[in-house]
């Protein structure tokens, strides 16, 4: 049975009149045209449908639309502010922490969620916090480097 | 977002496609409007030798005829150049505008690439084989070089000088006698519609000359990489378009019997197809295609195969089929003669999956005997021929459109979901997506082949390769060749590759640097072996027994960055060496590891890399770091485990691809070699993981692991089975 449905999304009022039930990946990636979010295994292993809900990194994948009834949801498109990429953005251009790019809006997002909660990580820390996102064309290590970089920038420091 | 809306455009010079502005192929060129066009025709063969199509390509395309790659330079001066490689997130969206920017001298901001569009680009084979640089770029730069020398003497005429007087900055042809005298590429091109057709002449610039090929430059499509705006074949959408999810058999070699679609009744808007070999389920949503393709009431017969991921190898082993002599040479029985310590092992490899991280995806709209198709695939030109053949009309009546990518490996050279689209499209009369479940995904991916490699070998009195007869089964020829200055030995390749039709329980197919892995990992075990059994240093012993000048260089420069104190192994150290060569490339690998309770870590590695000319240095580490990190599944834990034809392993959470916490600390080298033509990178980069963690592995633990991958429970298995032999 269709509902309405309203929350906040990517800084602007949605109000959609959708199943409930549905997955809120696909209601983004279709009803809502928000393609950025990837689907990649359907069953929370590889972080790809990441998005964030009200601040916190949350499977798309595996949540009905309905939960985000009232919340402030945030995709990859939503990031970057009146054209102003978002920190961890830059840092993955200035670290070319991508290959295939299949994989970046979801680890963008945890580490969004990630650096909110541990805002001067430290290398194992970052590692640990980004653990349970995949890249497969294996750019691990950058990805760590310009989580790194961002949270220094995000602290308004600037890392040699 | 919608084909054809501004929010597909992207800022870092590549091309949107869009569903509104098809062109029509025969005007292919004469749309482009104004400007000079610059056609470079390669050798016919090219790029035909390593195929890695599932199904090859038998026609080439009439139009455009004859050229392979082609460039445009727009009244405004813009260049657009038009390849069929695509972009797999290994690079060429920087290398190739990196390569034009020099030989045409032109900014590199001031191109774009229009790729894998089968109306637009010319013909392409398909991009693997580490061949974009290795072989299209030679071609590429020397078009570029020549579309220059076009330029030159346009400018000749217009500024009445002789050529020998102009030169060249940033797109604009300088009077060197009188500086304020000048033109620029796009005044050149105004007004015009220049069409020059030239057989290539490779004459691009030297090494001395360069200013921006060698120079690290970032990736050009990470801006849209990192806001969402990059667009993936399951991104497009076309107004009136279905998902589909279609009936998969439980395993491969199993038939439909009966269906049932009762249930199906009733729910609002879906579109049941059913073809005796292909049931769909259609929907606009497709997580509600999703929810009602269980609802199906299916029964299969059985599959007819008996084989799992225990017997595979006895299956692999007992195989009779025609060998074939890779090299050999000397005399094998002498060299057994003189063999003073025998050497034999048989190493393991199982099957693998690419697993990369976006599924295969398409989207067909097929209108009367024309379709067109978004497609992830690493060959465009392949997808066209298989939807024109299941569809029945002409090839150049389908148009494959190739957007990013989203990882490849070679998984993506198989064309099926492209075809699958294409033929619901048919049936429905409406645009259809086809993207495939992770559990799809593992179900029909053409795995990496399981493999066996049997060698043979001994020792002469003074320590030395006496002799070496080495037998690959099903793993390929690829980099099976020993390498090292051996005077008796041979060479013998069985099944290679793919293995005949349906010896596999399941498809099989390529996958990066296709049995060089398998190949690296069975003859550096094997030479770490024989140096334990010699008693020298491994790094020592490969010197010893090399004659060739590119590899001593790599295993030289990996001693000396690393800091090698020589020693026999077992050290205890927990350190191993392996070199290899690939695609053009030379490599060389050290590698610490740490093992607890049959857990391998890896602590750090050292990659030197030697592959010619460097076009892009950042995009050149990147790969070696990719191809490094992506290599530790294939040794510590990838495998499909199956039955019966039923593939056990479904997803990740059971199939273990390499994550954060695994990724040892790495340093790559690449070794400058510039004036050597450019060699592979993307693939070299992978093949000595698994060969170098075991060598480090036997370090630390005097253990010799015989199969990939070496998970905990093979360790385990390996440390007891020394335990009781000692």
Known sequence: ?160 | MSAGNDQVQSSQGVQPWTADALPSRRDFIRRLGAGLVVCAVLRPAFGAEESEAAHPVTVRPNEPAGFNAFLRIGEDGHVTCFTGKIEMGQGPVTSLPQMLAEDLDVSIDDISMVMGDTDLCPFDMGTWGSMTTRFFGTVWRAAAAEARAVLLELASERLKVPVSQLTVQQGVVIDSKDPSRRVTYGQLAQGRRIERHIAVKPSPKGPAQFRIIGKPLLRRDSRDKVTGKAVYAGDVRLPGMLYARILRNPAHGATLRSIDAAALKGIEGIVLVQQPDLVAVLHELPDIADDTISKLRAEFDPSPSRLDDRTIYAHLEQASLEPKIVAQGGDLQEGRRLAVKRLDATYLGSYVAHAAMETHAALAHVEGDRATVWASTQNPFGAREEIARALGVPIPNVRVITPFVGGGFGGKSFNLQAVEAARLSKATGRPVQVMWTREEEFFNDTFRPASVIKIQSGLDDAGRIAFWDYEVRFAGDRASEHLYDIPNHRTTSIGGFQGPAGFHPFPVGAWRAPGSSNNAFARESHVDQLASLAGVDPVEFRLRQNKDARLARVLRAAADHWGWQPAKGPSGRGLGVACGADAGSYVAAIAEVEVKEGRIAVKRVLWVQEMGLVINPAGAKIQVEGGITMGLGYALSEEIHFKDGAIHDTNFDSYSIPRFSWVPKIETVILEADDAPPYGGGEPAIILTGAVIANAVHDALGVRMLEIPMSPARVRAAIAAKGTAA
């Open chain 1, 1 to 160: 049975m269709p509902d309405t449905v309203s929350f906040r999304l990517n800084g602007k009022p949605v109000q959609i009149s959708v199943a409930p039930s549905r997955t809120l990946l696909w209601v983004l990636r279709t009803d809502l045209g928000l393609t950025g979010t990837k689907y990649g295994c359907g069953i929370v292993q590889c972080g790809a449908c990441t998005v964030l809900v009200d601040h916190r990194a949350v499977r798309s994948c595996s949540v009905d639309v309905q939960s985000v009834h009232g919340a402030e949801v945030v995709t990859i498109e939503g990031l970057a502010q009146d054209g102003r990429l978002h920190p961890i953005q830059e840092a993955f251009i200035a670290h070319d922490a991508l290959q295939c790019g299949f994989c970046t809006s979801g680890m963008i997002l945890t580490a969004y969620d990630f650096l909110r909660r541990h805002p001067n990580p430290t290398r194992e820390e970052v590692v640990d916090g980004m653990d349970d996102n995949l890249c497969r064309c294996g750019a691990h290590v950058r990805i760590v480097d310009a989580v790194l970089e961002a949270a220094a920038a995000i602290r308004g420091e600037k890392l040699s």
